[in-house]
């Protein structure tokens, strides 16, 4: 697959867009949440009403996810969306303004938006919702408390912790709960590393997938004596693999990083794709 590329005016239009889906409040807005949120300390909150897409690496976040997950007929379709909206042509058709989105207001840029959420045309709403969703994911699903100018000192993720959200606990605590709960991890044996050539395997069964009916029909099998082979598609994470931040799951245990969607991009289809389903 060749690596997805945007030329410095598109890329320049994606930084606007995540700096529009996730921009600044206003004062007003932000004492107005400050006061709403009473169970939350007030700087978490004001950390999250003045931080914007690039504090929080989502550009970049977009950009990497679209390279790693996206088929490549996907790439283009969104670089195509990118560049028409880096140009005057182009936006005049998208919304109706003659000028590339990120020569904006930030005003004028939430009006175009809303304007493509809100049109009667299917492909202009399935643009909006295809750049809202990848977005939000990379704002809001990634642990951003050490690149976030905004965020708090003190270890906690602002952008978290405004939504009353304390992150995933840390690994050592997990290991410690998982531990006096009797609930030992059990470490599967892969053939994968021992195969590196060509070689014939001799089973009385394959089950393709061990999700909860493939591995269910290989336990049963298994005790009823046959020499069962699973294959697998996705990836084997061991407990220490996993980070409990939802982006990180996303991106390794999910298919096509969790932005699978319908055709319309209306509705997102979140089907696991690893060790166990």
Not at 13 to 41: N, P
Not at 123 to 143: H, N, P, T
Not at 169 to 195: C, D, K, Q
Request: proline share 3%.
């Amino acid at each position: 697959m060749a690596p997805f590329w945007l030329p410095d005016a598109s890329r320049k239009t994606l930084i606007a867009m995540c700096d529009t889906v996730i921009g600044r409040l206003s004062d007003e807005q932000e004492g107005e949440l400050v006061g709403r949120l009473t169970g939350v300390d007030p700087e978490h909150v004001k950390a999250f009403c003045r931080s914007i897409g690039s504090d929080l690496g989502v550009p970049e976040a977009v950009e990497a996810r679209v390279a790693q997950h996206m088929s490549v007929a996907k790439q283009v379709e969104i670089a195509r969306v990118l560049y028409l909206m880096s140009t005057r042509l182009g936006m005049l058709a998208l919304t109706g303004d003659a000028k590339p989105f990120f020569e904006l207001s930030p005003h004028d840029r939430e009006r175009c938006l809303n304007q493509l959420a809100t049109s009667s045309l299917g492909f202009k709403r399935q643009v909006f919702l295809q750049f809202r969703g990848i977005i939000a994911s990379a704002a809001f699903g990634r642990d951003t408390r050490k690149i976030n100018p905004q965020n708090v000192q003190g270890g906690k993720n602002s952008i978290w912790a405004a939504l009353d959200y304390d992150g995933p606990a840390p690994a050592e605590e997990v290991r410690a709960t998982t531990a006096s709960a009797g609930r030992e991890e059990h470490v599967f044996s892969l053939i994968n590393a021992g195969i590196t050539c060509d070689t014939t395997l001799s089973y009385d069964v394959v089950i393709v997938g061990s999700g909860c009916g493939g591995a269910v029909a290989a336990a049963e099998l298994a005790r009823a004596g046959k020499r069962v082979l699973v294959v697998e598609k996705g990836k084997y994470h061991k407990r220490a693999d996993m980070t409990g931040v939802e982006g990180d799951a996303f991106d390794t245990m999910y298919e096509g990083g969790g932005l699978v969607a319908t055709e319309d991009s209306c509705i997102v289809t979140l089907a696991g794709s690893g060790f166990g389903g």
